[in-house]
């Protein structure tokens, strides 16, 4: 790929991001709520099938899906874990999530746990990975922020583990701008449809 399709990919990224941003922004609050709560039933039923240890995230602003939807899949007894975003660029490090009691400020915004760090390689313990993301295309390209700690800690996860990007419905597109190092989405969890599988899987 040449310098100049880099350029034009991130450019149309960009392009979604400012859009996709914009509608999170116009969204009515109650409407959010709603489908937050939908969210969360969805992640505590795929939690209930695959077991183990959950590597989700807490969401901050607009995002959908809670920080309380976080919790109650902690509250049901999943061990969930946290990312902790390094201070440069390279994977994410986790941390175990002990209720909102443990938690602490972190950059951009964010909240991150502040027990012991378990490394990157904590997600290769995980059976469900519950991913951020702006948008994702049915064969699996997720939408980002643009800081590539995801694209650089996915490829650590296990074989055959769900990877779980949680938008709302109308953010699950049929195609976007994609690169080399996107990595790609197993299934998207949304509000009303629920889970839906994509690419090879969908």
Do not use: F
């Not at 969210?39 to 901050?60: E, H, K, N, Q």
């Not at 950059?107 to 993301?133: C, D, N, Y």
């Amino acid at each position: 790929m040449t310098a100049r399709t880099d350029d034009h990919e991130q450019s149309s990224k960009d392009v979604w991001r400012r859009r996709i941003l914009a509608a999170r922004r116009a969204l009515d609050p109650a409407v959010r709520t709603v489908r937050a709560a939908a969210l969360t039933r969805g992640a505590l039923a795929l939690a209930a099938d695959t077991g183990g240890p959950v590597c989700a995230y807490l969401p901050i602003g607009t995002e959908p899906w809670s920080p309380e939807g976080v919790e109650e899949l902690r509250a049901a007894g999943h061990e969930v874990l946290l990312p902790v975003v390094p201070a440069g660029r390279g994977p994410l490090d986790w941390a175990r999530h002990d209720g909102p009691g443990s938690l602490a400020p972190g950059p951009i915004g964010l909240r991150e746990p502040s027990g012991p760090r378990l490394g990157p390689a904590a997600i290769t313990r995980a059976r469900l990975i519950l991913v951020p993301g702006l948008a994702a295309d049915r064969r699996g390209v997720r939408l980002g922020r643009g800081k590539g700690h995801y694209d650089q800690t996915l490829p650590l996860v296990a074989t055959g583990v769900p990877l779980v990007i949680v938008i709302d419905d109308d953010e699950l597109v049929d195609a976007l701008p994609a690169e080399p190092h996107d990595h790609p989405m197993s299934a998207a969890l949304l509000p009303l449809a629920g889970y839906t599988l994509l690419g090879k899987n969908g």
